[in-house]
């Protein structure tokens, strides 16, 4: 980056951790659907590569974490040894241009139905209670989604056990660290919100206990590869998958504080004007109290765009901003930001298409001569 980058905050050095960035935009995970039997494929080692820059970092797409976490088609995995030697050389690719590179541990949980599941078994959640079936994003199909088992009390081990394996061959792939998929609806938000969690064990009812899955989880992970590698991501506001909590301000600053006595690496939080995918609301709610209780990096996400980011980092909202769609579509989008360059639409289209290159590796870079 330039010198005169100094005068745009998003395009400010950053130490988080052992880590060193050189800009404070980073690669929020991008579901793309382009893993063929949940295996990562050769084209997304140019995808990544494209959307590296030295010293940024990318959070890779949500990734399945064992055979009972699939929700969705041709999502990539890391429980297998296929699996991870395919991460390699993506992992590779990425520290190639000097990029640290994040994997999403993952698990949908109840958002799945039973032709995704070993043995066409029930998807497993916190809860016995269904999903009423949604469109997918580009409007035309339909996702419907099985009735769940509700995971008896001495199978949460296991299911623990599995993030920890994750993270372990996240390390062996390359990875530089993971970040503990919490947000959005999926397994670990089911048992942490209060609209979905009904159990009546040690893991539902008071919020300590709904809180209790995912702080062993990170527990598990933290035990497994440090404290200094790990990252989670959260979404309390948010409503997506059905899963709202009657007090979201006080389940974010419950995992917060509980998060430090960890001391993991960051914690990737969703803004409330999220509340439902791709739209934004006018909210009175804000992650100020809870950045301000959390003592790690805090990244945001959520609808940024420039200005927005760069306030966020002037003001000490946040530390580092997590752009989804804009960076998929703007490859080159730490220059952008720099030069205030106009930037590429993305197609809703082919967000989700197995096509290994349009709306994937095709989106145009800006002329090296700007």
Known sequence: ????????????????????????????????????????????????????????????????????????????????????????????????????????????????????????????????????????????????????????????????????????????AGFDGVEIHGAHGYLIDQFLKDQINDRTDEYGGSLENRCRFALEVVQAVVDEIGADKVGIRLSPFANYMESADSNPEALGLYMANALNKFGILYCHMVEPRMVKLGEIFETPYSLGAIRDAFRGTFIVAGGYDREDGNNAVSTGYADLVAYGRLFLSNPDLPRRFEIDAPLNKYNRETLYIPDPVIGYTDYPFLPSDV
């Open 1 to 172: 980056m330039s010198n005169s980058a100094s005068t745009v905050p998003l395009l400010t050095p950053y130490r988080m951790g052992r880590f060193d960035l050189s800009h404070r935009v980073v690669l929020a995970p991008l579901t793309r659907a382009r893993s063929y039997g949940n295996v990562p494929q050769p084209h997304a080692i140019l995808y990544y590569q494209q959307r590296t820059t030295k010293g940024g970092l990318l959070i890779a797409e949500a990734t399945g974490i064992s055979d009972t976490s699939k929700g969705y088609t041709d999502t990539p995995g890391i429980w297998t040894k296929e699996q991870v030697e395919a991460w390699k050389p993506i992992v590779d690719g990425v520290h190639a241009k000097g990029g640290i590179f994040f994997c999403q541990l993952w698990h949908v949980g109840r958002v799945s139905n039973n032709t995704f599941q070993p043995n066409g078994q029930a998807p497993i959640s916190s809860t016995n209670k269904s999903l009423q079936p949604v469109e997918r994003a580009n409007g035309v199909d339909v996702a419907s989604f099985s009735t769940p088992r509700r995971l008896e009390t001495d199978e949460i081990p296991f299911v623990i056990n599995d993030f920890k394996v994750a993270a372990r061959n996240a390390i062996e």
